[in-house]
């Protein structure tokens, strides 16, 4: 009796799914609650597996859900922005529940996590857990808790402030992939983040919030007007397959481009214009183009952000 290929894999993948786990209610420190992508909270229910993605195919980064198929990265981080993204807190801290379906270390612990900072699924890196989970036993809920690394940026996503965020178990692998907002961002659309952009900025220098949008900047400080303290990131965007730079946040929408001085040319003519930004912050921007000025890649990004900034 001859057994196709396609047989032999599907009988392989129906192996694999008797045991299981997946991530369930995210929690961020903004009040907003997320699951991991592909799960239906319908089908969340005892020794039902449907909800979790399977990690074994190489071209789908956050895995095959048994009942949602091959995970879209981008859609899934499109839906996650629209719905409101969790964010970390002050520790660039977030917790979680890993649910566990089979007993025993086919559906328990422990858990890896990792981070992609430009949101494709094509740049993972390991992410630090603070809290593990182990064997909870079938259909348990157990706790977990990641933290980003200090001066994590999140550039992916329509709003280039998303990370994207993966957490496995060793068998299979199985879990889930979800979407966080950029530390610091509200997570709750583009004006929300920018909202909490400005007041966590505000907070690191100072209870005047000077050069924040909407608050009076003392004398002499840099007042980047209707609009936020812009940034450039250096990564993936806009589908290319080598890094390129582009702006930060939605104040500053423009295509990625590998040369800078596109990305922080266009900045600088936003603040003369749609930002109305004051004389200190239209030289500070000038002297952030000079600071980049024979330098390349993240070193450039860094750079014109530092400089950017420094009249604030």
């Given at each position: 009796?001859?057994?196709?290929?396609?047989?032999?894999?599907?009988?392989?993948f129906?192996?694999?799914?008797?045991?299981?786990?997946?991530?369930?209610?995210i929690?961020?420190?903004?009040?907003?609650?997320?699951?991991?992508?592909?799960?239906?909270?319908?089908?969340?229910?005892?020794?039902?597996?449907?909800?979790?993605?399977?990690?074994?195919?190489?071209?789908a980064?956050?895995?095959?859900?048994?009942?949602?198929g091959?995970?879209?990265?981008?859609?899934?981080?499109?839906?996650?922005?629209?719905?409101?993204?969790?964010?970390?807190?002050?520790s660039?801290?977030?917790?979680?529940?890993?649910?566990?379906?089979n007993?025993?270390n086919?559906?328990?612990?422990?858990?890896?996590?990792?981070?992609?900072?430009?949101?494709?699924?094509?740049?993972?890196?390991?992410?630090?857990?603070?809290k593990?989970?182990?064997?909870?036993?079938?259909?348990?809920?157990?706790?977990?808790?990641?933290q980003?690394?200090?001066?994590?940026?999140?550039?992916?996503?329509?709003?280039?402030?998303?990370?994207?965020?993966?957490?496995?178990?060793?068998a299979?692998?199985?879990?889930?992939?979800?979407?966080?907002a950029?530390?610091?961002?509200?997570?709750?659309?583009?004006?929300?983040?920018?909202?909490s952009?400005?007041?966590?900025?505000?907070?690191?220098?100072?209870?005047?919030?000077?050069?924040?949008?909407?608050?009076l900047?003392?004398?002499?400080a840099?007042?980047?007007?209707?609009?936020?303290?812009?940034?450039?990131?250096?990564?993936?965007f806009?589908?290319?397959?080598?890094?390129?730079?582009?702006?930060?946040?939605?104040?500053f929408?423009?295509?990625?481009?590998?040369?800078?001085?596109?990305?922080?040319?266009?900045?600088?003519?936003?603040?003369?214009?749609?930002?109305?930004a004051?004389?200190?912050?239209?030289?500070?921007?000038?002297a952030a183009?000079?600071?980049?000025?024979?330098?390349?890649?993240?070193?450039?990004a860094?750079?014109?952000?530092?400089?950017?900034a420094?009249?604030?």
């Amino acid at each position: 009796m001859l057994v196709s290929t396609t047989a032999l894999s599907l009988l392989s993948f129906i192996g694999m799914v008797q045991a299981h786990g997946f991530i369930l209610g995210i929690k961020g420190s903004n009040g907003k609650t997320a699951n991991g992508f592909g799960v239906n909270i319908a089908s969340v229910k005892p020794n039902n597996q449907g909800p979790t993605s399977v990690f074994q195919d190489r071209t789908a980064p956050c895995g095959v859900g048994v009942e949602a198929g091959k995970i879209n990265v981008a859609a899934s981080i499109e839906a996650a922005i629209a719905a409101g993204l969790p964010t970390t807190d002050g520790s660039r801290s977030i917790s979680m529940n890993w649910q566990q379906i089979n007993a025993g270390n086919d559906g328990g612990g422990p858990g890896t996590a990792a981070i992609d900072i430009t949101g494709t699924g094509t740049a993972f890196k390991p992410l630090t857990i603070t809290k593990n989970f182990a064997d909870g036993g079938a259909n348990s809920a157990n706790p977990m808790t990641i933290q980003l690394a200090a001066g994590t940026v999140c550039t992916g996503g329509s709003n280039r402030a998303t990370c994207l965020i993966k957490v496995t178990n060793a068998a299979g692998p199985f879990g889930s992939c979800f979407a966080i907002a950029s530390p610091g961002a509200g997570g709750g659309g583009a004006r929300t983040q920018r909202g909490s952009q400005r007041r966590s900025f505000a907070d690191k220098h100072g209870n005047s919030r000077r050069g924040v949008r909407g608050v009076l900047p003392r004398a002499g400080a840099a007042d980047f007007g209707n609009c936020d303290v812009p940034k450039i990131a250096f990564g993936l965007f806009d589908g290319r397959k080598e890094n390129s730079f582009a702006p930060v946040g939605s104040d500053f929408i423009h295509g990625s481009a590998l040369n800078p001085g596109i990305i922080t040319g266009f900045i600088c003519s936003q603040l003369n214009g749609q930002c109305k930004a004051n004389a200190v912050a239209l030289g500070d921007c000038q002297a952030a183009i000079d600071a980049t000025k024979g330098l390349s890649g993240q070193a450039a990004a860094d750079a014109f952000n530092t400089a950017v900034a420094a009249g604030v």
